[in-house]
């Protein structure tokens, strides 16, 4: 080996060396905590409107079998998204750990992927159901718009008859409507 000024590939080499040490990658099979941030925030995003948050209650007062009352009181305690409360709720019933209790392990500043390791949950399974959680409430929300869509073109479409003159009947009512003798 020489002994001299170091060349481009061996400062590259001490560099990079640095920079991983200094910012640690995670290890291949880290827990997949992210999908969990995936899905408070879908439920999060799904729940900002008046409309949406009703239907995001209803849909996680059927899944966890909590009533919704249950859950908007949670929520308003514990300041946590509709996310994250449904995400305590799926650990609860795994684990049988009282949901306010993995709430306070979350408010401590422990992540729901480090809380679900330390109560022993895969969290692949739950992961899963979160996943089809999103995506039934997605397919309710899309029935839900076009359902409003249409009643609000039915809505349009009757204030436009009104406005041609023919009542609340709709056909043509207060005008005869009746064919000519």
Do not use: C, Y
């Not at 249950?70 to 300041?79: D, H, I, P, V, W």
């Not at 500043?109 to 999103?134: F, M, Q, R, T, Y």
């Not at 995506?135 to 839900?144: D, I, M, P, R």
Request: positive net charge; hydrophobic residues 35%; without cysteine.
């Amino acid at each position: 080996m020489k002994e001299g000024p170091l060349d481009r590939r061996d400062a590259l080499s001490l560099l990079w060396g640095g920079l991983l040490g200094a910012f640690p990658l995670p290890a291949w099979g880290a827990e997949p905590a992210a999908p969990l941030d995936d899905h408070a925030k879908a439920i999060n995003r799904a729940a900002a409107t008046p409309e949406g948050r009703e239907r995001v209650v209803e849909h996680l007062s059927k899944e966890l079998n909590v009533p919704p009352a249950t859950l908007r009181a949670q929520r308003e305690q514990s300041k946590l998204g509709w996310g994250e409360l449904s995400i305590a709720h799926r650990l609860s019933q795994k684990t049988g750990v009282p949901v306010d209790q993995l709430i306070a392990e979350h408010k401590s500043g422990k992540g729901w992927g480090a809380i679900a390791k330390e109560h022993n949950v895969k969290l692949g399974p739950v992961v899963s159901e979160l996943k089809k959680s999103d995506q039934a409430l997605e397919a309710k929300a899309k029935k839900g718009e076009k359902g409003n869509k249409g009643a609000k073109a039915e809505k349009a479409d009757m204030g436009s008859s009104m406005e041609r003159g023919a009542g609340s009947a709709g056909r043509g009512g207060g005008h005869g409507g009746g064919k000519g003798k």
